[in-house]
């Protein structure tokens, strides 16, 4: 197993300014919308060494910029959301890139380039800074909805902002990601999982199989084995079956935080054993949210 892990799945949306209204209504705190240099916009949840964060096309003039070989993630993001909205693409938690990528190319994987990219930044003393990125592009034939980039943030420090991290509805990361594929779908995401954190990472489960990795874990299902983690899935949720990231599952110190925020935004849920899944794909960004009560450590 490598040092990767989950770091933020990108949510795509349409209307990020909609998107984003809807997520601080679930008592998440969420900085003002920004742009990426590749044209995309981005609204974040910050949590330690994680985010949760929305996407959009904002400027379709630059998304063809930044391209690592021929991969270039405005692009990638634009191609995928025109079908529907949802995650296509996912950040791995990396504190040596060219490290990981030396570990997934050693594994049979591909990296389809690098992305080095900052944006300036002012700390609140008024002190002139900068932050600096480096991102590794990991690609799967068949699988283009679980492309993966190692993401290694040099300045966390320029990101990680105490007073945007204390969220009223208790939330301070992601358990897991939880990806939909079919019996047929799952042994290539099994294959790709594996290159990318490591054979021994995968354990079997009776609803399918989940990954360890450096920063939670990828738990993988099938529709009807779903059942037995979030209840009947939504039609609408991936409806064109190819395997996808369907779900985040957060960490919360407290349900009782959330639950208000539920019942004043009018919102779809259900308890399922300690955990409450809220099943609106349509409002959420083309997934589910699922939250469980765990003590932070």
């Known amino acids: 197993m490598t040092g990767l892990g989950i770091d933020h799945p990108l949510v795509c949306v349409n209307d990020i300014v909609?998107?984003?209204?809807?997520?601080?209504?679930?008592?998440?705190?969420?900085?003002?919308?920004?742009q990426h240099p590749w044209g995309t916009s981005t609204a974040l949840v910050i949590f330690r060494n994680q985010l949760l964060e929305l996407v959009g096309v904002q400027d379709e003039a630059l998304l063809d910029s930044y391209p690592a070989g021929t991969f270039c993630f405005g692009r990638h993001i634009?191609?995928?959301?025109?079908?529907?909205?949802?995650?296509?693409?996912?950040?791995?938690?990396?504190?040596?890139?060219?490290?990981?990528?030396?570990?997934?190319?050693?594994?049979?994987?591909?990296?389809?380039?690098?992305?080095?990219?900052?944006?300036?930044?002012?700390r609140e003393d008024g002190t002139a800074d900068r932050t600096k990125t480096t991102l590794k592009i990991f690609t799967r034939e068949g699988l283009p909805r679980l492309s993966m980039f190692a993401c290694q943030q040099h300045r966390r420090d320029l990101i990680e902002f105490?007073?945007?991290?204390?969220?009223?509805?208790?939330a301070f990361g992601f358990a897991s990601a939880t990806i939909l594929a079919e019996p047929g779908d799952q042994p290539a995401v099994r294959d790709w999982l594996s290159t990318l954190h490591g054979a021994t990472a995968v354990r079997d489960t009776d609803w399918g199989f989940e990954v360890t990795t450096g920063n939670g874990n990828w738990r993988v299902v099938s529709r009807a084995s779903a059942t037995a983690v979030f209840g009947p899935l939504p039609d609408d949720l991936a409806p064109d079956g190819t395997p996808s990231v369907i779900s985040l599952d957060i960490k919360c110190t407290a349900l009782a935080n959330l639950r208000p925020f539920l019942a004043a935004g009018g919102f779809a849920y259900r308890d399922i054993a300690e955990t409450v899944v809220l099943t609106e794909p349509a409002r959420l960004g083309g997934i589910l949210l699922s939250f469980c009560e765990t003590p932070k450590t």
Not at 102 to 116: D, L, N, S
Not at 162 to 170: A, I
Request: charged share 25%; aromatic share 8%.
């Open 18 to 34: 909609q998107a984003r209204e809807t997520y601080r209504s679930l008592g998440f705190l969420m900085k003002p919308p920004g």
């Open 78 to 122: 634009q191609q995928w959301l025109s079908d529907r909205e949802g995650v296509p693409l996912s950040a791995l938690h990396s504190t040596d890139a060219a490290a990981d990528e030396a570990a997934v190319v050693g594994r049979g994987g591909t990296c389809e380039g690098t992305v080095e990219f900052g944006r300036d930044v002012r």
């Open 162 to 170: 105490p007073e945007w991290m204390n969220h009223p509805n208790s």
